[in-house]
């Protein structure tokens, strides 16, 4: 706090003119955030320390967020990268901030995704969600292996629904989140969801067969969760290796490809999964087919094992032959 308080105008420009581009706020107060709208400077807005027990009421919450997040969400709006709740809270000479800290924590969180999730449900937006039973069993080894996959888990009984896979229980715990908040018949997309087949233990062709074999016949039969049991917009990760991603995941981070782009002939099997637009049908097992890579890539030969159709696209699943 100061008694010659600069115009925010002024500081925002002193920031600009420095080449700053990252502000804390400790405050939220109107006339500084006005100031930043409109700018690329990434703001860190806090809420005070005296206001945290107000925080402890999930109404006052959302009040706050409203007022002073949701109203600068807009093109040339303010570029709110995050809310810090409290200021040193923890210290022994502020006492009295511990015991309200968490609470307000927790609640400006839900707050936030409230907001999310309402401006989705407003534009009829879905909700897209990323699921990789693989990233289960990476770096755990007490998580149950066969539960990352569709054949044989030992289920887990919640609120009488038995699951098998970790794959119907993480989305069934978003449904079960969204119907909490008022939202269960909002649309749920799978951004992303595939397995590695090189870079980890369990990153193979084997467990990635194994996975996909149990997840596409539950996608074409629209009947992929125990609280979804219906059509589920999928989209399968990925197409190609990235070989220069970044690692700092892991290693599989650059092994996620369904298709080889090859140079010679001496790759073992693998399973890939092509789209085929109606033209291709009917399908049938055992047809061969030879799909043409961009110039200066090998084509590849491809087999049909089997195919699956959801909805007017016919997926199908193939294996590398020499």
């Given amino acids: 706090m100061a008694t010659h308080k600069l115009p925010p105008e002024t500081v925002v420009q002193m920031l600009k ?24 400077l990434e703001v860190m807005v806090a809420i005070p320390n005296d206001q945290l027990l107000a925080m402890n009421s999930y109404d006052r919450a959302k009040q706050w967020v409203k007022k002073n997040i949701t109203t600068y969400n807009f093109k040339g709006g303010v570029n709110i990268k995050y809310v810090a709740v409290g200021n040193e809270p923890f210290l022994t000479s502020y006492n009295g901030f511990i015991n309200t800290t968490f609470p307000a924590l927790q609640n400006i969180q839900n707050a936030l ?47 009488g629904i038995r699951y098998t896979n970790v794959f119907d229980a993480n989305f069934d715990t978003l449904v079960s989140a969204l119907k909490t908040v008022g939202h269960g018949d909002m649309p749920i997309i799978i951004g992303e969801v595939g397995w590695p087949i090189d870079g980890d233990k369990n990153a193979n062709t084997a467990n990635a067969q194994r996975f996909y074999n149990g997840l596409l016949p539950r996608l074409a039969a629209n009947t992929v969760t125990p609280l979804r049991p219906e059509y589920i917009e999928v989209y399968l990760f990925g197409l190609i290796d990235e070989d220069a991603k970044s690692i700092a995941p892991g290693n599989f981070e650059r092994h996620w490809g369904s298709f080889v782009l090859r140079t010679s002939t001496s790759l073992s099997t ?3 999964t092509l789209a085929l637009s109606p033209i291709a ?23 049909c094992i089997t195919r699956y159709k959801i909805r007017k696209t016919w997926h199908a699943i193939f294996k590398v032959w020499a």
């Avoid at 003119?17 to 690329?40: Q, R, Y």
């Avoid at 049908?281 to 030969?301: C, E, F, H, I, K």
């Fill in 113 to 159: 995704m409230m907001q999310i999730v309402n401006f989705l449900a407003n534009n009829s937006a879905p909700f897209t969600v990323n699921i990789y039973p693989f990233l289960s069993l990476y770096g755990n080894d007490d998580f149950p292996f066969n539960y990352a996959f569709f054949d044989g888990g030992n289920p887990i009984v919640d609120n």
């Fill in 17 to 40: 003119d420095n080449g700053i581009t990252k502000v804390k706020h400790f405050d939220a107060d109107s006339k500084t955030m006005d100031a930043l709208a409109g700018n690329d």
């Fill in 270 to 272: 693998i399973l890939i």
């Fill in 281 to 303: 049908q009917p399908l049938d097992s055992g047809l061969r087919v030879t799909a043409s890579m961009p110039t200066g890539m090998l084509l590849t030969r491809l087999t």
